[in-house]
């Protein structure tokens, strides 16, 4: 079964610090994806990429950076987080036009 | 910037009730359109989807409809039951851009006892 793994699942971080999220999938999928979700704004578009060793800017990437090391594993960088970046985040992998499967989230809360 | 803009934001139906939710898209090439469910706590999963040469189709009591010349798409779900008390979000993406699925903002659907 399709699956993707994020680590860790609730993250308390100081502002100034540095965040980073991990996701795992197991699905042989090309495209990964980063969302955050916030209460008005829906799921938007942090980071993504089509294959390991790309990543390219999603709809609000200042302040995150993203890594993607292998197939398998796609990062999301907080290089200096802030209050703001308070949120749940959530990543996923997919092919072109087929279903996109999501993790269980991380909820992210910056001090 | 590609926009997905789904209404209403929130809604509130009796068991056994239809719930109809709306999306509408500006983008002409987006060509698949999924709708994706979210229960609290969870990650949002597939529900139904659509691909542009199809006007309806149907899982059991979702029914999700399409409308080119309109751009817009609906999820309807007859026999509502508050095991359907979730969030969903309607999607598209495109051939030509298909590293980027853009969703819709989200309904919150409460389905009353």
């Known amino acids: 079964e399709a699956a993707v793994t994020q680590s860790p699942r609730n993250k308390v971080a100081v502002t100034g610090g540095k965040v980073t999220l991990s996701c795992n999938q197991t699905n042989n999928h090309n495209n990964m994806y980063w969302y955050r979700q916030d209460t008005g704004h829906g799921l938007r578009l942090i980071h993504y990429?089509?294959?390991?060793?790309?990543?390219e800017k999603g709809d609000i990437p200042d302040g995150y950076k993203a890594s993607r090391p292998s197939q398998e594993n796609f990062s999301l960088i907080l290089e200096l987080a802030t209050p703001s970046q308070t949120s749940v985040y959530f990543c996923a992998s997919g092919d072109e036009n087929t279903e996109v499967f999501f993790g269980k989230g991380t909820r992210l809360t910056v001090v | 910037q590609q926009q997905v803009r789904q209404s209403p934001q929130s809604l509130t139906v009796w068991e056994g009730g239809t719930t109809v939710l709306t999306c509408s898209y500006e983008d002409s090439t987006f060509n698949y359109f999924p709708w994706y469910q979210q229960f609290p706590g969870e990650g949002p999963a597939l529900l139904i989807s659509?691909?542009?040469?199809?006007d309806k189709k149907e899982d059991g009591r979702f029914t999700t409809f399409f409308n080119k010349r309109e751009k817009k798409l609906s999820l309807h779900i007859i026999d509502s039951q508050p095991g359907d008390s979730a969030t969903y979000f309607c999607?598209?993406?495109?051939?030509?851009?298909?590293?980027?699925?853009?969703f819709g903002k989200g309904t919150h659907l409460h389905v009353l006892p």
């Open positions: 999607a598209a993406s495109d051939d030509t851009n298909a590293y980027k699925v853009i």
């Open positions: 990429s089509y294959g390991a060793g790309s990543t």
């Open positions: 659509i691909l542009s040469v199809s």
